[in-house]
């Protein structure tokens, strides 16, 4: 068996990065780096990251926290943005409610719920967050019940995803009735 460098090399990597610097525009790649931040960052350091200037990075980052896309934090200085994970929800939600039906949303909520009440009776707890993972000695212990929480985790998320997607069918692209 071969080893696997999970790290491309670096002319692949610039490769990728030439290319999505000619495709996309100064808006495209603060909207994908603002995407893709995990934590509060500048304006500067998502304009560093996309290619563009400080300004150019600020006015973008600016109609993305107006959009609800990104979040502006202006307690401090410099203001500090991140990504509005709620919005890819919705957009995830949004996604559902034009794929699927309200019987096969519902029909898979209550396989989610099937499998969610597993969890609960397995682990004695009604929330995810409950369970402790490193109260056991055994390394592969721990990891298959990191494994195990983090699939409730992710049932308990498709759940609510499955909901936003019935509520938005059900009251015409609106998550609240008219």
Same mark, same amino acid.
């Given at each position: 068996?071969?080893?696997?460098?999970?790290?491309?090399?670096?002319?692949?990597?610039?490769?990728?990065?030439?290319?999505?610097?000619?495709?996309?525009?100064?808006?495209?790649?603060?909207?994908?780096?603002?995407?893709?931040?995990?934590?509060?960052?500048?304006?500067?350091?998502?304009a560093e990251i996309a290619d563009c200037s400080p300004n150019a990075a600020k006015k973008h980052v600016e109609r993305l926290a107006e959009m609800g896309i990104a979040r502006a934090d202006r307690s401090g200085r410099p203001v500090r943005y991140e990504r509005n994970d709620g919005y890819l929800e919705w957009q #995830?939600?949004?996604?559902?409610?034009? *794929?699927?039906?309200?019987?096969?949303?519902?029909? +898979?909520?209550?396989? %989610?719920?099937? !499998?969610?009440?597993?969890?609960?009776?397995?682990?004695?707890?009604?929330?995810?967050?409950?369970?402790?993972?490193?109260?056991?000695?055994?390394?592969?212990?721990?990891? #298959?019940?990191?494994?195990?929480?983090? *699939?409730?985790?992710?049932?308990?998320?498709?759940? +609510?995803?499955?909901? %936003?997607?019935? !509520?938005?069918?059900?009251?015409?692209?609106?998550?609240?009735?008219?």
């Amino acid at each position: 068996m071969t080893d696997i460098d999970p790290t491309p090399p670096p002319e692949d990597v610039e490769e990728v990065r030439t290319r999505w610097h000619d495709d996309a525009d100064t808006f495209d790649r603060v909207y994908d780096v603002v995407l893709g931040i995990t934590e509060p960052t500048s304006h500067a350091e998502i304009a560093e990251i996309a290619d563009c200037s400080p300004n150019a990075a600020k006015k973008h980052v600016e109609r993305l926290a107006e959009m609800g896309i990104a979040r502006a934090d202006r307690s401090g200085r410099p203001v500090r943005y991140e990504r509005n994970d709620g919005y890819l929800e919705w957009q #995830e939600a949004s996604r559902l409610a034009e *794929e699927l039906t309200v019987e096969e949303i519902v029909d +898979r909520v209550e396989r %989610l719920e099937e !499998r969610r009440g597993e969890f609960e009776d397995r682990f004695g707890a009604t929330d995810p967050t409950a369970v402790s993972v490193f109260d056991l000695d055994d390394h592969d212990a721990i990891h #298959e019940r990191m494994e195990a929480v983090g *699939e409730w985790q992710s049932i308990d998320r498709d759940v +609510r995803l499955y909901e %936003l997607a019935r !509520r938005l069918i059900q009251n015409d692209g609106h998550l609240l009735p008219a």
